[in-house]
Every structure is written in C-alpha cells, then in structure tokens.
C-alpha cells in the first residue's frame, strides 16, 4: 500500500464515514434538555462524554504536535466532575473543539512531512501511525456508546 493510499485511509477513519455514524451524526438534533441525563445504571452524562471523547482526542493531538508534553491524570483529567452540569453553550462548545481538533489530526495525518512510522518525540517508543489509530478507535467507541445511550433514552428524533 502507498503511503498516500494509508494516509487517505486513515483520514476517512478519522472523519468517521466508514464502518460507524460519524461525530457530527452522533449530535444531530440531540435535545438541549438530555444533555444532562445520565442513562440507566451509567455514571456520567452525555455531554459528560462528549467531553471526554472531546478531551482525549485533544490529549493525543497535543503528545504528538507539542514540542511540551504534559500527561494528563487518568482518569481524573480525562472526565468532567460527575456533578458537572453543562449549558447549551457549553455542549456547543464542547462539539466545535472536537470539530478542531478532529480537522487539525486530518491535516496532520495527510501531511507527507509526517513519518507515519517514526517515534513521536513525547513518547516513550510510540509512533505516528499508533496514535492516529488510538483516535480512530477511542472515538468510535465512544460514538458507538453514545449512540447507545441515546437509544436507551429514546432521545433520538423520530
């Protein structure tokens, strides 16, 4: 496979129009008065995990783009406080940040100047290629939960 062909591959991965609904499909018309809600034996909200889909993506962005590197806390710097409520312009907030940051990791992967199978300087023998695939799977799953969620709360528009 060329490397053109990998780097198209993995930037329609992280877009999310292959195998799974994409970010921005998982949020169409989610109603303002659910974002609070926690499901049935869960522990967080759905805007609590969309922060943190939101959060990590960031985090690994940061580890490889970063000439400074700080590890965030797990999992305590990777969740919102369970009391943490958001507003409608907090959730909106949340979705344009992934939005950027899921544009810049695009950008990124496309980016010839980027040795796929080099160590990424932050790292500890961690390449390129690993992390773009932590994103693409990290996010998918947590799309797929919240999707989940959604359906057992039946807050999908009919």
């Not at 991965?13 to 926690?38: Q, T, Y």
């Not at 400074?68 to 943490?84: G, I, Q």
């Not at 950027?100 to 199978?117: A, F, H, N, R, S």
Request: charged letters at 30%.
């Amino acid at each position: 496979m060329s490397d053109a062909v990998l780097r198209e591959q993995l930037a329609n991965f992280l877009k999310g129009h292959e195998a799974h609904m994409d970010f921005l499909d998982m949020v169409k018309d989610f109603p303002e008065e659910h974002m609070n809600d926690v499901f049935s034996n869960g522990r967080y909200t759905f805007w609590h995990l969309l922060e943190h889909i939101r959060f990590t993506q960031k985090d690994i962005l940061d580890f490889m783009v970063e000439s400074v590197y700080k590890e965030p806390k797990w999992p305590k710097d990777y969740w919102p406080e369970n009391s943490a409520k958001a507003s409608k312009k907090d959730w909106d907030n949340t979705v344009a940040q992934f939005e950027q940051g899921l544009k810049q990791l695009i950008e990124l992967v496309q980016d010839p100047k980027i040795d796929l199978e080099a160590k990424v300087p932050n790292g500890k023998g961690q390449i390129y290629l690993r992390e773009f695939l932590l994103v693409i799977d990290h996010n998918s799953y947590h799309i797929g939960e919240f999707a989940i969620m959604r359906q057992v709360k039946n807050n999908w528009k009919k």
